[in-house]
């Protein structure tokens, strides 16, 4: 089982001096991949639940500091070597889908060929509204989009004529390094969710769900991936969880994972300090991946 860690991107340790530090800890550590989450804005007045807590409050303030997710992954990839650059999770909805195909092939081409881009259909009403987009409908246009790019990735005159977005004979330069296209891992959790995942992913990237929760959600993703003509074994599982600074219970929650059969999990790590982000990648290192390794 492959493991990563969220970069220090929002909060008081979003610097570039930080995030240049924390992406070679985790690389020099022999870990596989550094992660970024997205928000544009954070609304002040909030009726939407946050699905990542039991209360449906969302934990950051709205000053908050957080940095643009691909952005942060262009200046990430000129500073490390090796480590898998991934998005969890990026919101595709909000975005014009051409220029973030862009964006992404540039990311892949410029990195050799290490993005995931991992992508959701977004939670909050009230960040769309105030990023002038219809909360309505998001899953079909995340749908629609994923298309899209891979229409742009992997065509050499790309055509598409979808409901939100049309696109006739164009140029598409360059495409991807990753072929035919960068991972894409799809969040959710629901129905509609499992099966756009079992139609249009090539894993589902669960957020917050216990090992015990995962085997029923996944049998759901590979009946849509089997019902959508694909064979079920090509759609991986992968989780995005937080990182117990306790390594006994670190060891304990990423074997149940790994016995689950997640293939990547995604730590999300809040270090007070950079020296206490390091110290615990470093004892992950040093303590965790052996006991999983045994």
Known sequence: MKIGFHLPQVGPLATGDNLRAAAQAVEEAGFDSVWVSEHIVIPRKRVSRYPGSP???FPLPPDTPFLDSLSTLLFVAACTQRVQLGTSACILPWRNPVITAKELATLDVLSNGRLIF???AGWWAEE???LGVPFEHRGSRLGEYIQLLKALWTEQNPSFRGRFWQIEDVGFSPK???KPHPPIW???DGEAAFRRVGRLGDAWHAAFN??????DKYARV???ASEAGRDPRSVGLT?????PTDMPQAIERLKAYAEAGVSHVALELWANSMDDFRAVVERYAREVRPALAG
Not at 210 to 215: D, F, G
């Open 118 to 120: 991992g992508v959701g």
């Open 55 to 57: 209360s449906g409050e």
């Open 176 to 178: 991807p390094a990753q």
């Open 128 to 130: 769309f509204a105030m």
């Open 210 to 215: 216990r090992p015990e929760q995962l085997a």
């Open 186 to 188: 799809i969040g959710g």
């Open 239 to 243: 989780v995005r969880t937080s990182a």
């Open 222 to 224: 590979q009946a849509h």
